[in-house]
């Protein structure tokens, strides 16, 4: 609603406006006019409502998916290579232990790891993203929700995964690694185990954690204890699922703690 008042104030819901930054429409005025330049389609506030759209259909897609782990990797590697059969095992041993599994639904290890929790059974889903060279979904995403923009599809990976398995891959795949590195070395996320698959593939970058960013203090040493690395994909899903039980029994000791320490207080 817009109104003016007698003394030259223009009012444009919260907006108080005088002078010459009056508008010489009213917003209901331009709302009913036929368009006659689509750029408002571009420009920020819109941009704002579907940012707030893809999270609020992403929370919704994903509210009731239960646990669930994400696994990460190259979108580059073919179905032949060895790490998207890796990827199907990883993801077949998530089945196996209840949980989804979660990729970005494209390409590479992502189809692997899609490809081993749909013919396991389990809930396989795909978190896309709408690219350049459009790719789809890869067909063995059960789950699928396609994002726009990174940073909204980044929030569903963390918050609906109990952990990160991180296959070899490229910028892609360090970015979902260090983002997730960076919310728990920031504690806005709290014990959430991150493995990386191929201790050959990954020793450079570990080494140049270790003797450049540990070395010049960039990072603490026992930053380095928040990644875990192994060849075996059986035991990287034992790492998740040991550290969610263990953060599990510490929740539940705390609660009992509080339990009866508000016992032994009695009723006010
Ligand atoms: C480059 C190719 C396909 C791109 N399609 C993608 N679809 C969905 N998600 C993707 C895609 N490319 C990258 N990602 C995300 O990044 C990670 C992999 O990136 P990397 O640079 O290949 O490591 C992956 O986990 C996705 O979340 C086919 O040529």
Same mark, same amino acid.
């Given at each position: 609603m817009s109104t003016t008042n007698n003394r030259g104030n223009y009012r444009k819901g919260p907006v108080r406006l005088r002078g010459k930054l009056i &508008?010489?429409?009213t917003t209901d005025e331009s709302l009913l006019e036929p368009a006659e330049s689509v750029d408002w389609v571009h420009m920020d506030p819109w941009r704002v409502m579907r940012i707030q759209a893809e999270f609020v259909e992403g929370f919704g897609a994903l509210a009731e998916l239960g646990p669930a782990i994400s696994v990460f990797g190259s979108?580059?590697?073919?179905?032949?290579?060895?790490e998207y059969t890796l990827a199907g095992e990883v993801a077949g041993h998530i089945v196996d232990a209840g949980y989804a599994v979660i990729t970005?639904?494209? &390409?590479?290890v992502m189809e692997g790891a899609n490809k081993g929790a749909h013919e396991a059974g389990g809930t396989s889903v795909g978190l896309g993203i709408e690219l350049p060279f459009e790719q789809g979904m890869?067909?063995?995403?059960?789950l699928g929700v396609n994002f726009r923009y990174f940073f909204a599809r980044k929030t569903m990976f963390v918050k609906y995964a109990e952990g990160f398995i991180v296959l070899p891959g490229g910028f892609g795949t360090l970015d979902e690694l260090f983002e997730a590195l960076t919310l728990v070395q920031t504690t806005k996320v709290k014990r959430f185990p991150i493995v990386l698959i191929g201790t050959t593939f990954w020793a450079g970058l570990i080494d140049w954690l270790k003797n450049t960013l540990v070395e010049r203090g960039t990072?603490?040493?026992?930053?380095?204890?928040l990644m875990h690395l192994t060849d075996d994909p059986r035991e990287a899903v034992e790492i998740v699922l040991n550290a969610n039980r263990s953060r599990r029994r510490e929740e539940l000791a705390a609660a009992q703690a509080a339990a009866s320490r508000a016992g032994a207080m009695g009723p006010e």
């Amino acid at each position: 609603m817009s109104t003016t008042n007698n003394r030259g104030n223009y009012r444009k819901g919260p907006v108080r406006l005088r002078g010459k930054l009056i &508008p010489e429409k009213t917003t209901d005025e331009s709302l009913l006019e036929p368009a006659e330049s689509v750029d408002w389609v571009h420009m920020d506030p819109w941009r704002v409502m579907r940012i707030q759209a893809e999270f609020v259909e992403g929370f919704g897609a994903l509210a009731e998916l239960g646990p669930a782990i994400s696994v990460f990797g190259s979108a580059r590697f073919k179905p032949d290579d060895p790490e998207y059969t890796l990827a199907g095992e990883v993801a077949g041993h998530i089945v196996d232990a209840g949980y989804a599994v979660i990729t970005g639904g494209g &390409p590479g290890v992502m189809e692997g790891a899609n490809k081993g929790a749909h013919e396991a059974g389990g809930t396989s889903v795909g978190l896309g993203i709408e690219l350049p060279f459009e790719q789809g979904m890869n067909e063995y995403v059960d789950l699928g929700v396609n994002f726009r923009y990174f940073f909204a599809r980044k929030t569903m990976f963390v918050k609906y995964a109990e952990g990160f398995i991180v296959l070899p891959g490229g910028f892609g795949t360090l970015d979902e690694l260090f983002e997730a590195l960076t919310l728990v070395q920031t504690t806005k996320v709290k014990r959430f185990p991150i493995v990386l698959i191929g201790t050959t593939f990954w020793a450079g970058l570990i080494d140049w954690l270790k003797n450049t960013l540990v070395e010049r203090g960039t990072i603490s040493s026992h930053d380095l204890d928040l990644m875990h690395l192994t060849d075996d994909p059986r035991e990287a899903v034992e790492i998740v699922l040991n550290a969610n039980r263990s953060r599990r029994r510490e929740e539940l000791a705390a609660a009992q703690a509080a339990a009866s320490r508000a016992g032994a207080m009695g009723p006010e």
